[in-house]
């Protein structure tokens, strides 16, 4: 079995194959950081998260890279709205996502590079574009030449002709043709800026990922990913750019999460429906928020309600209540049970459609849909009079192994403290200096069954949540 996946870029079902062999690099667009994240915003935060942790599941090494837009007009504007300089807005709402999507389950990515710490690559980047002739200056703003860029169009499937329709050049625009975007921004009075060849300004918002993959993953990378509203133009120029540069293509797969609606109505500012995940969490159990978004294929449009997550709330219980039941039964069994390899060649069957459901373009419906065929199997064989340990291990390791590519938690996890993972990785600590090892492993697999992962490094040991 192998991965297959829709590319966007040939709008087809394609099989995965990386660049190098079980190695993925990937890229994720980020949040523009001037508030917290909306629904809309946790969906590719969540999707692409359950992707990283599907290919990790088979076998691949990830890199998995996803920006912050650090510097923007909406930040601006929120910024002096608020009374706050730009740069601490932008931390204060990057460590709102960090809180909000990590309670989502969502690891954080190998690199998380900001718009700020990667101006010397964007500079050098718009500069090699201007002596390539891709690019140019204008009375100190400077923007691509689209025309010039022969394959312009291929993601969005759209013609130059097609997209030059209604396109105008706006007051006080300078450009050469009304299709050129721009990549760097004169500062106006007062804003934020940085000092450049063309004088001081910013970067336009479609250059900072193409340096951002350049930087951290090179000149092509296996998967670029996002929202389906980034396609065009935000994907397509990234395109334009690097492919321009580089004289190589960006990325061999573009895959792109499909829209949330809110009570049936698109989610817009138009309509004020935008609901934040900080507020959602306070409602429901934030486990539940990714349950309902991975119950549903990335692609398709998925409809956000109050009814919808308490469904979905619903869906979870009753799978924890018969993982539950299981673990009761294993501390019971004596084995006396009988037909045991019919068991496990049935579970075994769920386990190999579960495979095949991921497989087929990261389909988390399908599989979500098998949990729940072999939880019900599961709820069989409890009734049966004699159980067997090993019969039941396999189905919670099952379990196990699927809730964790899909990212939720079966089992009870209390949560602790970070004083008390402190204390715990000390006495770790102790007891391998006193060569109590049993102790210090007890103490590691204590801690990983609580979602905590230790790692010891030459520096100390140092710990994460998953």
Known sequence: ?????????????????PLEEGKVKMYVCGPTVYNYIHIGN????????????????????????????????????????????????????IEAYHEDT???????ADVHPRVTDTMPEIISFIERLVEKGFAYEAEGDVYFRTRKFDDYGKLSHQSIDDLQLGTRIQVGEKKEDALDF?????????EIYWDSPWGNGRPGWHIECSAMVKKYLGNTIDIHAGGQDLSFPHHENEI????????????????????INIDNEKMSKSLGNFILVHDIIKKFDPEVVRFFIVNAHYRSPINFSDDQLTSAASGLERMRTTYKNLQHRLQETVNLAEDNDKWVKDIKKYHDEFI???????????????MFELVKLGNIYLREKHTNKEVLQYFLKQLDEMSL?????????????????????????????????????????????????LEDTPQGTRWKRV
């Open 1 to 17: 079995m192998s991965i297959k996946l829709y590319n966007t870029l040939n709008r087809k079902i394609e099989p995965f194959v």
């Open 42 to 93: 946790a969906r590719p935060a969540v999707v692409f998260d359950m992707v990283r942790r599907y290919l990790e599941y088979r076998g691949y090494e990830v890199t998995y890279v996803s920006n912050f837009t650090d510097v923007d007009d909406k930040i601006i504007k929120a910024a002096e709205e608020m009374g706050e300089d730009v740069q601490t807005l932008a931390e204060r709402f």
């Open 102 to 108: 990590g309670k989502l389950g969502v690891k954080k």
């Open 182 to 190: 721009v990549l760097w921004k004169s500062a106006k009075p007062g």
């Open 240 to 259: 334009a750019q690097s492919e321009a540069l580089n004289e190589k293509q960006m990325a061999n797969y573009w895959i792109h999460n499909g829209y």
């Open 356 to 370: 095949e459901a991921m497989d087929d373009d990261f389909n988390s419906a399908n599989a979500v849909a098998v």
């Open 405 to 453: 590519v899909l990212g939720i938690h079966l089992k009870e996890v209390a949560t602790l403290l970070d004083e008390e993972i402190e204390t715990l990785i000390q006495e770790r600590i102790d007891a391998r200096k006193n060569r109590d090892f049993h102790r210090a492993d007890e103490i590691r697999d204590t801690l990983k069954d609580k979602g905590i992962i």
